[in-house]
């Protein structure tokens, strides 16, 4: 059990240390929320799985509040209505249901962000190719090597570990520290 402990705090460790090194692509992805914002656009986050969660965990933090009492920011989950989602999946393909959302609810000059442990995810390769064409910023939250999703990333925070829980823990810190910055810019 020991040993267990040790390794996941060392794992973790050393993700924070690849943090410390990005602290820019962190900032600059918070510039552009800000902007895109001000400007009355939205940000749209998706994912699958443990990514499906962080995505509607940082929609919940600008939509509602991440410290402190603010105005609501345009936020939106494109992982979270059951109805769209499995009439997608079973009229298209489940390779669509993102780039199917995209194409109906996003607007030149929002942002779309894309989180996937394997930067391999099929539908948030599709969406982000729809939101490149629609003249979205696209935005990665990524891991390992980055996979075929760093391509289409406009910006891109790629974890570069092997270990999921370890990406998945860097995506949700640098998501935090995003709305921490965003909401400071608009309290």
Do not use: W
């Not at 918070?30 to 914002?37: M, P, T, V």
């Not at 390779?95 to 948030?124: C, H, M, W, Y």
């Amino acid at each position: 059990m020991q040993k267990i402990v040790e390794d996941a705090l060392t794992a973790h460790n050393q993700g924070l240390d690849y943090l410390k090194d990005n602290t820019q692509v962190i900032i600059d992805i918070a510039k552009e929320f800000i902007e895109s914002l001000e400007k009355g656009n939205k940000i749209l986050f998706m994912g699958n799985g443990g990514s499906a969660a962080d995505a509607q965990h940082l929609t919940a933090e600008l939509v509602g509040r991440f410290k402190k009492n603010r105005k609501a920011l345009a936020a939106i989950a494109l992982t979270t209505d059951t109805s769209i989602l499995t009439s997608l999946a079973n009229d298209f393909g489940f390779e669509d249901v993102f780039s199917r959302q995209v194409e109906a609810l996003a607007k030149p000059g929002d942002i779309l962000v894309g989180i996937s442990t394997s930067g391999k995810s099929k539908n948030v390769l599709k969406a982000l190719e729809m939101g490149k064409r629609n003249s979205l910023l696209t935005v990665g939250f990524l891991g390992r090597d980055g996979g075929e999703l760093l391509k289409l990333s406009g910006l891109a925070l790629t974890i570069p570990s092997q270990i999921t829980a370890v990406i998945q823990e860097m995506h949700i810190l640098a998501g935090h520290i995003i709305c921490a910055i965003v909401e400071n810019h608009f309290s």
